[in-house]
């Protein structure tokens, strides 16, 4: 069927439910490796002859995140992410893995909820997550694990009586192609930066 609209900007075009896609993203579908989609629910999209000025969300509870990947090393299961269409909307905190152009010109998902599940030494290890960014073609992020130091080198998570080397998570992000990689403890918790392309 081919159809013609015609209209005048600005415009409103009432939608009940959305998809976006992530193209040339580490953030895959874990199912099949396909680019990763996200559905919200919405109201409405207003655009003008610039492009997409504001989306009406409805309520979160009906957003849909299949499970993903990072670069088949963090399985991804989020259950809250928002759509940043504006980078001025955005907020985090500045001591985050993105350089300041990088955050200035961000659209993607912001990832506000969802843990985080990777495997060193044949143990499966979980953390949390305080912020991923899936950006255009990156995806940036802190987690963080609840646990103690065992000594200068090793943690042991709180859920787990496995104990892994610092240096070899590490190790396991750097082989696997993230950058900007930052492990540090503190207040009883292990924090992971990283940014991957």
Do not use: H, W
């Not at 044949?122 to 912020?131: T, Y």
């Amino acid at each position: 069927m081919i159809m013609k609209i015609k209209y005048c900007y600005p415009a409103t075009l009432s939608t009940d439910k959305i998809a976006v896609t992530l193209e040339n993203n580490p953030l895959k579908n874990s199912s099949d490796q396909s680019e990763f989609k996200a559905y919200f629910e919405t109201d409405y999209i207003r655009f003008n002859e610039t492009g997409i000025q504001t989306i009406q969300f409805l309520n979160n509870e009906n957003n849909c995140f299949p499970s993903a990947n990072i670069n088949d090393v963090l399985e991804v299961n989020i259950e809250n992410a928002n759509l940043i269409i504006n980078p001025k909307s955005l907020f985090f905190n500045r001591n985050f893995p993105l350089l300041r152009k990088e955050s200035d010109r961000f659209t993607g998902l912001q990832i506000s909820e969802a843990s985080v599940r990777f495997r060193l030494n044949s143990s499966v290890f979980e953390a949390s997550c305080e912020q991923i960014l899936a950006g255009p073609n990156y995806v940036a992020g802190k987690l963080l694990m609840e646990g103690k130091l065992t000594n200068e080198n090793e943690f042991k998570p709180k859920q787990s009586e496995q104990i892994f080397r610092l240096s070899e998570l590490e190790e396991l992000l750097q082989k696997n192609g993230f950058y900007r990689i930052k492990i540090e403890v503190f207040n009883e918790y292990l924090s992971i930066e990283f940014y991957a392309e």
